[in-house]
């Protein structure tokens, strides 16, 4: 969506159509058609409002359906954060057209109830979810810091465990502080996810 304000009228024709000639989606990049992989999950609200983070009791809700929706269609959660705009998630699935369509169906939902609470009827409440398929091993840790660190990134915390909607603190208990700082040395984030917010 930034990239595309960016553009000239003429830029704008002709990726529309190189995106038709490829059959690809019009306005986003395609989702993969394997369903298994290891994927860094990213949604994000339109115009980056804050529409989940309107008080605690829609984070709450928010992330009881993300997990649940989660859990229904992954074998493994490695990593999750939520934050007032976004969340992002890192899955293990066998079946990520399903989970696509879960989480479709969660945008959905939400967006309705949002908006009735808010009473903002046929407001657009989300933009996109993108997925980015893990790599390697050192992907794989990164993309949990980037999950990790997100809400300290955004200035929302400190520390990563002093935000309440990431998996951030059971991650510290589960392999400890010293683990998490030896694996925060050996695989920075350096450059990892630049340009994502654009």
């Not at 400890?176 to 917010?197: N, S, V």
Request: hydrophobic share 35%; charged share 25%.
């Amino acid at each position: 969506m930034y990239y595309w304000r960016k553009l000239t009228e003429e830029q704008r024709r002709h990726t529309l159509a190189q995106r038709k000639l490829q059959c690809r989606p019009w306005h986003s990049p395609p989702h993969t058609s394997q369903a298994r992989g290891l994927y860094l999950i990213t949604a994000t609200c339109y115009e980056h409002k804050a529409w989940i983070g309107t008080s605690e009791e829609r984070m709450d809700g928010f992330a009881a359906d993300l997990l649940a929706a989660l859990q229904a269609h992954t074998s493994r959660i490695d990593a999750w954060a939520i934050l007032h705009n976004h969340y992002h998630a890192v899955v293990l699935t066998d079946a990520f057209p399903a989970l696509l369509h879960e989480l479709g169906q969660l945008h959905g939902r939400s967006s309705f109830q949002w908006n009735r609470e808010d009473r903002a009827r046929g407001r657009k409440v989300w933009f996109n979810l993108l997925e980015r398929a893990i790599t390697g091993d050192a992907h794989h840790v990164r993309a949990i810091h980037y999950v990790h660190h997100n809400p300290v990134k955004h200035g929302l915390v400190k520390k990563w465990d002093q935000w309440k909607w990431s998996s951030a603190a059971d991650y510290l208990r589960a392999i400890g502080r010293t683990e998490a700082e030896r694996r925060w040395r050996e695989y920075p984030l350096l450059d990892f996810g630049r340009g994502w917010d654009d």
